[in-house]
C-alpha cells in the first residue's frame, strides 16, 4: 500500500507560480512511477504530468507543456508540480497519484492521493 499526501495549492492570480508537493510512505519510492491528475468542477479528471521512477522519463499534457514541470526527489519520497504562467483554467483540485508502471499510470494509477485545491483567478 501506497499512502500519498499532497500539499501547496492555494490561490494565486493570473501569471503567477505555485508548486505541489506530494510525500509518499509505505513503500520503495523509486519503484514507483507519479503523476498529477486534476478534475475542475464539472469536467472530467484530466491527466496533468507523470514521471518515470527514476525521474528520466516525463510526460504532460497538452494544456500544460511549458508551463508545468514535474519532478521528484527520491531521498525525500516527494513529488512535485512546478505551475508556472497560471492560467484561471487551470483552476481545479490537482491530485497525486502512483503506480509501478509509467504506462498503466497515465490512465488507471493504482494509488490516488485526496487532491489539493488550486485557484486561479483572473
Known amino acids: 500500500q501506497v499512502q500519498l499526501v499532497e500539499s501547496g495549492g492555494g490561490l494565486v492570480q493570473a501569471g503567477g507560480s505555485l508548486r505541489l508537493s506530494c510525500a509518499a510512505s509505505?513503500?520503495?519510492?523509486?519503484?514507483?512511477?507519479m503523476g498529477w491528475f486534476r478534475q475542475a468542477p464539472g469536467k472530467e479528471r484530466e491527466f496533468v504530468a507523470r514521471?518515470?521512477?527514476?525521474?528520466?522519463?516525463?510526460y504532460y499534457g497538452d494544456s500544460v507543456l511549458g508551463r508545468f514541470t514535474i519532478s521528484r526527489d527520491n531521498a525525500k519520497n516527494t513529488v512535485y508540480l512546478q505551475m508556472n504562467s497560471l492560467k484561471p483554467e487551470d483552476t481545479a483540485v490537482y491530485y497525486c497519484?502512483?503506480?509501478?508502471?509509467?504506462?498503466?499510470?497515465?490512465?488507471?494509477?493504482?494509488?490516488w492521493g485526496q487532491g489539493t485545491q488550486v485557484t486561479v483567478s483572473s
Open positions: 497519484a502512483a503506480d509501478n508502471s509509467l504506462l498503466v499510470l497515465r490512465s488507471a494509477p493504482a494509488y
Open positions: 514521471i518515470s521512477g527514476n525521474g528520466n522519463i516525463k
Open positions: 509505505g513503500r520503495t519510492f523509486s519503484n514507483y512511477a
